[in-house]
């Protein structure tokens, strides 16, 4: 009875011992992948490319800090009609050393609208008899704004201060600081328009002003013949022998002054001959002179008188960049 009883408990504990092997097996089988099965690899994120490098903008080159800008203006003649000519040695010797503008054009004919777009950045007019005052911003509003000092010394001028008409060979519309408003209501401003022979005065007594403007009478500026005629009855050699004369005279001991070492010298044309519209004005040179200024340079940028007015500004570190010539191109490449 006891030997029945312990077979009977034996097989039960086997019987229930293989159910909860069963139960266990089970459990694995649902949590691990068949036998030969192969373990899936993980996959990594894929990696952040690296930035491409910027390239370093190219430098902009720039225009030097000037200690005094001189602007000669001469008159009514095309870059074909100086450069090279061996009439204007001197001149020709200034382009071929120093800077040349070779694909620059004046804005408009006649003169008076140019002499404008070099110190207002507007034409303004184109009546050469134009008697009104300009009260648009101008350059020597720009100047004053920033402490800056200027003077027209202007050759045949009746006496300093005067603003009134031609008074041959004075010719007021190539003289364009008698019409701003700037200066006609300023009795102090007007003193800054002094006869050509105080020139050598200030020169000597190291009282230069920082905004210069050289001003030939018209025997002297290639507009008409040369004294004692004047007028027009002349070969155009005489008086494009008489401008460059007047400048070998007068602007080369400027430029060899060694206390005007840090000076920029720009020689412009107003226009070219009516005959060439071209941009308005007609191909016309530009020269332009000084320490910085790269040695036998060449340019072949389109730029207009704006673009002087611009330059000016920018040697003198003005703030203020009247009319057009605040968007006008710059004339950096000019520079070392």
Known sequence: MFRASAIFLIATLALSGMVGCGAASSTVASNTAPAGTPTPTPVSPAPTPAPSPTPAPS????????????????????FTDVIGNPTLPYLNSLATQHALATNFFSNTHPSIGNYFMLTVGQIETNNDAF??????????RALLADGKTWKAYVQSLPSAGYLGNDVYPYLKHHNPFPYFSDVVNSASQAQNIVPFGNLQADVAAGT???????????????????????GSACPDADKLAAADSW????????????????????IDFDEALDS????????????????????????????????????????LRLTNHPGQSATAPSMAEFFQ
């Open 208 to 230: 230069l002003p920082d905004m210069v403007y050289l001003s030939p009478d018209a025997e002297n500026d290639a507009h008409d013949c040369p004294a004692p005629n004047g």
């Open 59 to 78: 430098p902009t080159p720039a225009v030097p800090a000037a200690a005094h800008v001189f602007l000669v203006v001469l008159e009514n003649h095309g």
């Open 276 to 315: 060439d519209i071209t941009h308005g004005g007609g191909r016309i040179p530009l020269v332009i002179v000084g320490s910085h200024v790269k040695a036998g340079f060449q340019s072949v940028t389109l730029y207009q008188h704006e673009s002087v007015l611009r330059l000016m500004t920018d040697l």
């Open 247 to 266: 400048l070998s005279t007068n602007l080369d001991p400027l430029i060899n002054n060694p206390a005007l070492a840090n000076s920029v010298f720009i």
């Open 131 to 140: 008697a009104g005052a300009i009260t648009d911003d101008n350059l020597v």
